[in-house]
């Protein structure tokens, strides 16, 4: 953050309208989610965005569900009372501007969820007496995250012109570049569904063969229908532009950068379709109903015409890397058989190389990819590193780039 950026929870503060009550989880000093307190806004909160980090135990889901259902119960909830004009001086920039009017229009939830250098508060408005929301806006909290923002923009709607077929409807609109303290902010329609992380952080869910089934099989369905509506020439794989040199750089030891360049090498051996690329396709990005993708979100690293197994291997490799989160390090995670907490790559090492019905969904989901896209089995683990790589590369939270650079290490050491 920059000297300039008003800190964090100043920040989120003067975005909200004045004269209204809000709901603050799971405190009111450092909320993730900021809902105002109206009943279609809790229950849409309750149903599409509640859910529990691996770092708070189980039993806080079903409260925090029961206080937002149960009117007597919300008493127990943090709230927050936003003074209306009058009561004290109009926060800067709120009133007069193009993005205080918006705001200003309905209710509202403010998501906080990110605390990357870079990271941007997340905006979803409802229009008036809506059970959804219409709009997202996202707000750079510091100078660092506005180009990311505005590369978002210029993807959407490179997007738009891309024939994306039955794909189309899972895809925001950029809508307008507005203004926030000096800064730009980026509206885009609102996607329907409820994100993937949610119910993947719920207790118990990757411990059972049949919902992760069920994320695997809604990620590939829809890859499949956006890569078979945008392919084109075939060209060489390789890592995502400019990963080598980042990721030769966090490396240490000659053995390590040779097995990166030796990768390079494998995956330049084999050409494939170019297709749209997401580029950033995890869980948390992900938005189901019914079973299917209602949306994505997110596109700032996306390309017309990219790497097709990019977006399959992002999803291995962020689906594996929770799984042994809510297990303390040393003991076995409860529905992996063979998997021990607390190693970093150790989740990702057993979905490729170990045995049990989480490692077949996985090698099984690269594998249906690689036939679709005329590529050999064997392309499916390089795939998986290459794209370790780039989050290796692309973290700019230190500790979680180093835990990526040694899953790398760890990976790349047992296939020598």
């Known amino acids: 953050m920059t000297a300039t950026a008003p800190p964090r929870d100043r920040m989120w503060r003067e975005l909200l309208p004045p004269g209204r009550r809000y709901v603050t989880l799971p405190s009111r000093r450092h909320p993730v989610v900021v809902a105002e307190d109206r009943a279609p806004v809790l229950s849409y909160v309750r149903e599409s965005l509640l859910a529990v980090p691996p770092s708070l135990p189980g039993w806080v889901y079903p ?199 030796a990768l390079r090498r494998r995956l330049r051996r084999h050409t494939a379709p170019l297709t749209a690329v997401h580029g950033d396709f995890w869980p948390g990005n992900i938005l189901l109903r019914g079973g299917r993708v209602s949306g994505v979100v997110d596109w700032e690293h996306a390309r017309t015409a990219g790497n097709p197994l990019t977006d399959p291997a992002r999803f291995v490799v962020a689906y594996c890397e929770y799984l042994d989160r809510r297990t303390r390090p040393g003991h076995p995670v409860p529905g992996h058989p063979g998997l021990v907490a607390g190693q970093p790559g150790a989740a990702l090492a057993y979905a490729l190389d170990g045995t049990g019905w989480y490692p077949r969904l996985v090698r099984g989901f690269l594998a249906a990819a690689l036939r679709r896209l005329g590529l050999p089995p064997a392309c499916g683990r390089d795939a998986v590193l290459a794209e370790l790589a780039a989050v290796a590369a692309e973290a700019t939270d230190p500790q979680f780039a180093h835990a990526q650079v040694q899953a790398f290490v760890r990976l790349t050491r047992e296939e020598a």
């Open 63 to 261: 409260a925090a569900r029961a206080a937002l259902a149960v009117p007597g119960a919300r008493r127990c909830v943090p709230r927050l009372r936003v003074p209306g004009p009058g009561q004290e001086p109009t926060p800067t920039g709120t009133a007069q501007s193009d993005m205080g009017r918006l705001l200003a229009a309905g209710p509202l939830v403010l998501l906080d969820h990110s605390h990357d250098p870079d990271a941007r508060l997340v905006l979803l408005l409802f229009p008036p007496d809506a059970e959804l929301p219409a709009l997202a806006v996202k707000v750079p909290t510091g100078a660092g995250g506005v180009p990311g923002l505005i590369r978002e923009a210029e993807q959407l709607r490179a997007m738009a012109t891309l024939p994306l077929g039955e794909t189309r409807p899972t895809v925001p609109a950029a809508v307008s570049l507005l203004h926030h303290l000096g800064r730009p902010a980026l509206a885009t329609t609102a996607m329907p569904g409820v994100p993937m992380l949610v119910a993947y952080h719920r207790p118990g869910h990757t411990a059972r063969p049949a919902p992760v089934r069920a994320d695997f099989t809604a990620a590939a369905d829809w890859l499949a229908a956006l890569q078979s509506a945008t392919a084109g020439e075939r060209a060489p794989l390789d890592l995502a532009s400019g990963a080598a040199a980042v990721l030769d750089l966090r490396l240490d030891g000659e053995r390590a950068k040779a097995r990166l360049h």
